[in-house]
């Protein structure tokens, strides 16, 4: 165990902070979760809405297009896939977009990934020289645009904050031979200042602080900034405020313990619930406007998905319409992801009438 945790780069008998725990077990180069290992499909360890169903890419698709023509049609469209998964919305999305031949010549779809063996899995899967995969935005030079990222901030690692007596703790971890210990250590006055600006995060004695998620929004807001344009994300979160720890490993589709951590280091998907009113005025701090903050179920049905359903359903036999309704239960249903996920629409535009949130 000992030389196993030295490859994930972690020094022994020291606290570490919850975050940086988090960076180094789940992108340490080899060894950390997204670069050793394919977390989706049948044999992986969760699903995702684009593996699930098309359809969840099919009306994704439509929403872009929509928003294209909100920006009036411009000549060069930028579009920018954050955390691309195994590049199965990208690809339905390609396809549909060349149902739609003058939206289709003006996208530039870029795709911005971290893990070196999600990028392969994505090549292998995309091929089309539609795609350009980048480091960072510096190469998008000309035009609107758009960002969307569907469950890319939950798998961004986060801070942990308990508040004892006005007095503020970062959590964090201590690894003591085979045992992985939760402990505290006085927080930053840095962290501590920007934690009191938010008023979402006020009045709570335990916070998650999204602080390397920010640094992300700050590159992608300044983008939007300098050529207009908005970001679109979708993940499982909360509206309500939520006064505790919402950290998660799942293997298998089946949640970890997360006291037994450190026996599945590597080997395991570690993320957090959203909270969604902080992002909302995060980016209204950024002068970005914020649509209504809507479920994945108002989103999808919004945007025609049960009219599109009924349309592929009429080339369908029985077993597989069966299927169709076992899919949009999936996607829609209030237990399921219909309710869980939202979804957030932040942009600088002049026009505020974007499609999906009223």
Request: proline share 3%; aromatic share 14%; net charge positive.
């Amino acid at each position: 165990m000992k030389h196993k945790l030295k490859k994930f780069g972690f020094i022994l008998n020291r606290k570490i902070p919850v975050d940086k725990f988090l960076e180094k077990a789940l992108y340490e180069p080899k060894v950390g979760y997204y670069n050793n290992r394919i977390p989706f499909g049948k044999n992986g360890d969760f699903v995702t809405s684009p593996t699930i169903s098309n359809l969840f890419s099919e009306i994704l698709a439509v929403w872009i297009i929509s928003t294209w023509e909100k920006f009036e049609k411009p000549d060069t469209f930028n579009l920018v896939e954050l955390g691309p998964g195994d590049g199965s919305l990208t690809k339905i999305l390609i396809q549909t977009f060349r149902k739609f031949p003058e939206f289709n010549k003006s996208v530039k779809i870029f795709l911005y990934e971290k893990s070196n063996l999600l990028k392969k899995i994505q090549k292998k899967k995309i091929a089309s020289d539609q795609i350009n995969w980048i480091k960072n935005y510096n190469s998008i030079k000309k035009g609107p645009i758009v960002f969307f990222g569907n469950e890319f901030f939950d798998a961004i690692p986060i801070k942990q904050f308990a508040i004892k007596n006005k007095k503020f703790l970062e959590k964090c971890y201590f690894l003591k031979r085979n045992t992985l210990i939760e402990t505290y250590k006085r927080a930053s006055s840095i962290d501590i200042s920007k934690i009191k600006s938010f008023n979402t995060l006020k009045k709570q004695n335990f916070v998650e602080f999204p602080k390397l998620g920010f640094v992300e929004l700050n590159k992608i807001i300044k983008k939007i900034s300098a050529q207009s344009g908005g970001i679109l994300l979708i993940d499982y979160g909360y509206l309500k405020s939520f006064n505790g720890a919402t950290l998660q490993a799942v293997r298998k589709n089946k949640k970890i313990k997360m006291d037994n951590l450190l026996n599945h280091i590597g080997k395991v998907d570690i993320t957090y619930l959203v909270n969604f009113n902080l992002l909302k005025e995060f980016f209204e701090k950024k002068n970005l406007k914020v649509k209504n903050i809507v479920t994945q179920k108002f989103f999808l049905e919004t945007m025609g998905i049960i009219e599109r359903a009924k349309i592929i359903e009429k080339n369908m036999n029985k077993q597989q319409k069966k299927d169709m309704l076992l899919t949009l239960k999936r996607l829609l249903h209030e237990n399921s992801m219909g309710e869980l996920f939202k979804v957030i629409f932040a942009h600088n535009y002049k026009n505020n009438n974007f499609l999906g949130f009223e």
